[in-house]
């Protein structure tokens, strides 16, 4: 990096958890809390216990002051105007300026970013993608979300919410995915998915050692394949080729030099990125195939702060924070 | 634009036709020329064709010296070494130098690039994409290729063959495409696919009118699909439902401004384009379906000598020509 710049405040807004840390130009978190969402307590008392976390995150961190404050949350969100859309995680936060609301409580400008593109330029700038220039992010977590960055550059896409790489289809006419549409990656890859195809097929009375848990998670089939289990086999090779299929389509469209995976799905390691890393080796075209590497996400935990961190800096580098 | 260029030579290598002509910093072609491609005489005759092609159009064109000389092909091709490795329109044209030889017969130096992705700049230069920043470009002709301009600059990709939107998997194992893989979009769109696909329904015994022709071609389909014959209207609804579905993964994924469609399959006009663009209204995540426009593509046949062109003018405006 050739500046250097003042550290930034970081918050993340999940469905489940809320998180704050200060970030520094260097990509490491400062005085990093973490706390339950609550999102059924609805926007207002919710974003006030996040503005005292990052209240917290600041006074634990003991840095200087911070310069901008970066919001990493899931999308549908419009970057220019700081509003949060209809977020699927978030039900019932309608067209919440959280962006504005974050500005006025530490009077620093804001950056508000879609989580999986913000997540995108931290891997980039301080994790896998470390040296590449071209390079895809995917997520495989409750749901799968992504982003880019094309020659260098985060690409947000003409409605700022960036590239939507978990809703690219991997069967017609399949299961029904959270954006409506039948057979996105996301209605096969997701954690979610996962652990409803368990559930699904217990109840229609297949046998599996994971009928011996009550109410199966994506961990669960993960670790029943691994132990040979022939349900949870079948689910996560079906899992496996969704994503294969998938990434090949990617990896054709974008030619990167690098596909990044995180999410918690990921966790399962070499099981997950063998199979994958074989389908796209073998389906998509040479060039690309051979240019592409898979590897997994180096951010773990932290991506969502450093990513809203990095996206805050990028506020300060742009210089649109003077404005 | 905020500098004159010189003029430069344009060169289009398609399988059936050779093209050439001088191209200005305004995008208008000169003395433009076209011949049969003759691909089986071998790379060396029909390349000494094409350059006495290019000294035929500098001569017509009458214009000062050109400065460069740009090259389009279908890949996969080497960018930095001018090679073309393995083209499938050119079967047998294994690793030929094009790039240096066409600077050796001409005194100036090369710029070799994917015929689809030459012509996506093209078009985001002079054509249906001025004014945007970020275009997608498909070419649904014999194959189905593109290219794609993000942030206004042309994406080359890791290996240098741009984007291959042709390669989304629109049907798990259906269709084998010309890259090997099963169900891509090329798979049903292709002029090649179109016209298969319905010579094999009438080699089955499906009654049709297409039966009074002897070999029908894409355009006949598209014909008899719009008199209302049942057969035709079958193959073109697959068709359009391919390129909707293709459409829908590559809106999400990029999240452009605009789509551009080309090639002769898209001379069908609202008969390629209504169901294509309703098939992405309703199917894309809705903020990235608001932003992107679907348009036909505006350069018609001069596509890939404008495209070569402005290939061409990148290299001096790079300045990588004074190297």
């Known amino acids: 990096m050739e500046h ?39 926007p207002r008392p919710v974003l006030a216990r996040l503005f005292d976390l990052g209240r917290k995150a600041v006074a634990e961190a003991g840095l200087p002051e911070v ?3 970066g919001i990493s949350c899931g999308g549908p969100l419009d970057t220019a105007t700081g ?12 067209d919440v300026p959280v962006g504005p609301m974050a500005s006025e409580a530490f009077g620093v400008p804001y950056a508000l970013e879609n989580d999986a593109t ?18 895809l992010y995917l997520t495989i977590s409750t749901g799968v979300g992504g982003g880019s960055v094309i020659g260098g550059r985060l690409h947000r896409g003409a409605a700022g ?11 017609p006419g ?3 995915c ?64 969704a994503l294969g299929s998938a990434l090949t389509d990617l990896v054709n469209a974008f030619e990167p030099e690098l596909v990044v995976l995180g999410g918690g799905v990921t966790r399962s390691g070499a099981m997950l990125l063998d199979p994958v890393r074989a389908a796209v080796a073998r389906d998509a075209m040479p060039p690309a195939a051979r240019a592409a590497r898979i590897e997994p996400a180096r951010l773990g935990a932290g991506v969502g702060v450093v990513g809203a961190g990095a ?6 580098l742009s210089g649109k924070s003077d404005a």
């Open 4 to 42: 250097d710049l003042p550290p930034v405040l970081s918050l993340d807004i999940g469905g489940t958890k809320l998180a704050a840390g200060v970030v520094t130009f260097d990509g490491l978190i400062h005085g990093w809390q973490i706390t339950p969402t609550r999102r059924e307590e609805g």
């Open 67 to 69: 310069a901008a404050v």
């Open 83 to 94: 509003v949060l859309e209809c977020p699927p995680h978030l039900p019932g936060w309608i």
């Open 118 to 135: 913000a997540a995108a330029l931290g891997e980039f700038r301080y994790g896998a993608g470390r040296g590449t220039s071209t390079m």
């Open 161 to 171: 919410n960036g590239g939507e790489l978990g809703h690219v289809m991997v069967r």
């Open 174 to 176: 399949g299961r029904r």
């Open 178 to 241: 959270s954006c409506g549409r039948l057979g996105c990656l996301e209605a096969y890859a997701s954690g979610t998915s996962i652990a409803e195809r368990a559930r699904e097929a217990l109840a229609a009375g297949r046998a599996s050692s994971l009928s011996a848990v009550e109410l199966p998670t994506a961990e669960d089939v993960s670790l029943a394949a691994a132990a040979g289990d022939p349900l949870a086999t079948e689910i996560w090779d079906e899992t496996t080729w």
């Open 311 to 316: 996206v805050a800096h990028d506020l300060l």
